[in-house]
């Protein structure tokens, strides 16, 4: 494990640990993991479909463990390319891992997803708790099963959400976010890159970002120039999503759904 100064993004300020981390697994509300007609792929490891999840589970943990970082954020480009799937299924297959933990956190307030996707049924979430109201993240997270995987997820809402990225609640949960044990990895579902400045700011409080690229639609213009208004974080890799002649089982989920992670250095 590094020191802290040699973390994968040490060229901007980070907000230091809180003195309280984020909620312990086991003190959070368990909810079964939805099966039937679902996004969520990756829950059972036998399922050919959950093949890319745990190949890209393999990379991106040993690209994190290399730099010690343990903060990192899912985006695309544009609206559409399946980022909140691949971070949905990504952080099942983590949390299938008996030596992690793992924590999901929806921060795509105006189009939050996660919550959908795996089934929380709430009106009160991180968008609530960004706004300074009287809930705590032990109310708002959900243990999903008996995996290792939190998820705290948002119920879309018309906020400015730009503001709230900036204040104080927003600093008290990535404090508590780094005030985790090193066996704990946080993934953090952002909006788009050109849907507003959301991304980012939060991008700069992270370790890392993986980029999800919809074969076929995202450019290669669109690719080079999200990954420069990420910078100076680092580009931890790229996913290809509906990626037609990679590994894997293709399925039918508006077409086929192909995780496959790539070098960050090339962008297609």
Same mark, same amino acid.
């Given at each position: 494990?590094?020191?802290?100064?040699?973390?994968i993004?040490?060229?901007?300020?980070?907000?230091?640990?809180?003195?309280?981390?984020?909620?312990?697994?086991?003190?959070?509300?368990?909810?079964?993991?939805?099966t039937? !007609?679902?996004?969520?792929?990756? %829950?059972?490891?036998?399922?050919?479909? /959950?093949?890319? %999840? &745990?190949?890209?589970?393999?990379?991106?943990?040993?690209?994190?463990?290399?730099?010690?970082?343990?903060l990192?954020?899912?985006?695309?480009?544009?609206?559409?390319?399946?980022?909140?799937?691949?971070?949905? &299924?990504?952080? !099942? /297959?983590?949390g299938?891992? /008996?030596?992690?933990?793992?924590?999901?956190?929806?921060?795509?307030? *105006?189009r939050?997803?996660?919550?959908?996707?795996?089934?929380i $049924?709430?009106?009160?979430?991180?968008? +609530?708790?960004?706004?300074?109201? +009287?809930?705590?993240?032990?109310?708002?997270?959900?243990?999903?099963?008996?995996? &290792?995987?939190?998820?705290?997820?948002?119920?879309p809402?018309?906020?400015?959400?730009? $503001?709230?990225?900036?204040? +104080?609640?927003?600093e008290?949960?990535?404090?508590?976010? *780094?005030?985790?044990?090193?066996?704990?990895?946080?993934i %953090?579902?952002?909006?788009?890159?050109?849907? &507003?400045?959301?991304?980012?700011?939060i991008?700069?409080?992270?370790?890392? !970002?993986?980029?999800?690229?919809e074969?076929?639609?995202t450019?290669?213009?669109?690719?080079?120039?999200?990954i420069q208004?990420?910078e100076?974080?680092?580009?931890?890799?790229?996913?290809?999503?509906?990626?037609?002649?990679?590994?894997g089982?293709?399925?039918?989920?508006?077409?086929?759904?192909?995780?496959?992670?790539?070098?960050?250095?090339?962008?297609?």
């Open positions: 494990m590094t020191a802290p100064s040699d973390r993004n040490p060229a901007i300020p980070v907000i230091r640990p809180s003195k309280d981390a984020l909620p312990a697994l086991t003190t959070l509300i368990e909810i079964e993991a939805p039937e !007609m679902s996004k969520l792929v990756a %829950f059972d490891s036998r399922d050919p479909r /959950s093949r890319p %999840f &745990n190949l890209l589970r393999v990379q991106v943990v040993k690209k994190l463990d290399q730099c010690g970082a343990r990192l954020g899912i985006t695309s480009a544009a609206p559409g390319a399946g980022k909140s799937f691949v971070a949905s &299924n990504l952080a !099942m /297959s983590l299938l891992l /008996s030596n992690w933990q793992t924590y999901l956190i929806d921060l795509d307030l *105006r939050a997803s996660l919550a959908s996707i795996f089934g $049924e709430d009106t009160q979430g991180l968008t +609530e708790y960004l706004l300074g109201e +009287e809930i705590s993240l032990a109310t708002i997270g959900r243990r999903i099963g008996a995996t &290792n995987l939190a998820v705290f997820p948002s119920y809402a018309t906020v400015n959400s730009a $503001e709230l990225m900036v204040g +104080e609640r927003f008290e949960l990535i404090g508590r976010a *780094r005030a985790l044990p090193d066996d704990a990895l946080v %953090f579902d952002l909006p788009p890159v050109f849907a &507003n400045d959301d991304a980012l700011l991008a700069q409080q992270l370790d890392g !970002m993986l980029v999800v690229v074969q076929g639609v450019t290669r213009k669109q690719l080079q120039s999200a208004f990420l100076p974080t680092p580009l931890v890799g790229t996913v290809f999503n509906r990626f037609d002649g990679g590994f089982d293709p399925y039918g989920y508006a077409g086929s759904y192909d995780g496959y992670y790539s070098s960050a250095s090339e962008p297609t």
